[in-house]
């Protein structure tokens, strides 16, 4: 659920982060997921970095400057990065922001399993209604 924009997020801990850093790290298996490779990879913030977002939902794993160079992508086409499903803008929740996941497509990612899931996946159609703004995301199982 989207939360009040005057609704302050809290700081996370130093352990908080490293959990989440741990979590991505297993989830994408190594794998760059943009392109699909294996090899050096970037823990990435799809939304830039802050002291309240080191989360599961907002991390992906993308190919390093010594891989595939899908991080750097990333950060030199802030925009197409946005639309292709790889970033998400500085205003939205990235648990309710579509994600592009290579071999599985467009997904919600979760903070927390749920039903041992970490995402849920969704159409392309959904995905550009949420990032259009005419959807609005309710997961009842979050």
């Known amino acids: ?11 996370l801990t130093r352990k908080q982060e490293q959990d989440a850093y741990k979590i991505v790290t297993a989830r994408d298996l ?13 823990r990435d913030h799809r939304q830039n970095r802050d002291a309240w977002n080191t989360t599961v939902a907002n991390l992906q794993l993308l190919g390093s400057a ?21 970033s998400a803008p500085r205003w ?12 599985v497509g ?3 990612y979760y903070d ?18 949420l990032m259009a703004g005419e959807e609005e995301h309710r997961d009842p199982d979050r």
Do not use: Y
């Open 1 to 11: 659920m989207s939360r009040p924009p005057t609704q302050k997020r809290p700081k």
């Open 30 to 42: 190594g794998q760059c997921q943009r392109c699909g490779r294996f090899g050096p990879t970037d």
């Open 66 to 86: 010594f891989g595939c160079g899908c991080h750097i992508w990333k950060t030199e086409n802030p925009a197409q990065a946005i639309a292709a499903g790889f």
């Open 92 to 103: 939205a929740d990235p648990a309710e922001w579509p994600a592009k996941r290579h071999g």
């Open 106 to 108: 467009w997904v919600l």
């Open 112 to 129: 927390a399993p749920v039903d041992g899931a970490w995402w849920k996946p969704i159409t392309e159609e959904q995905a550009r209604a």
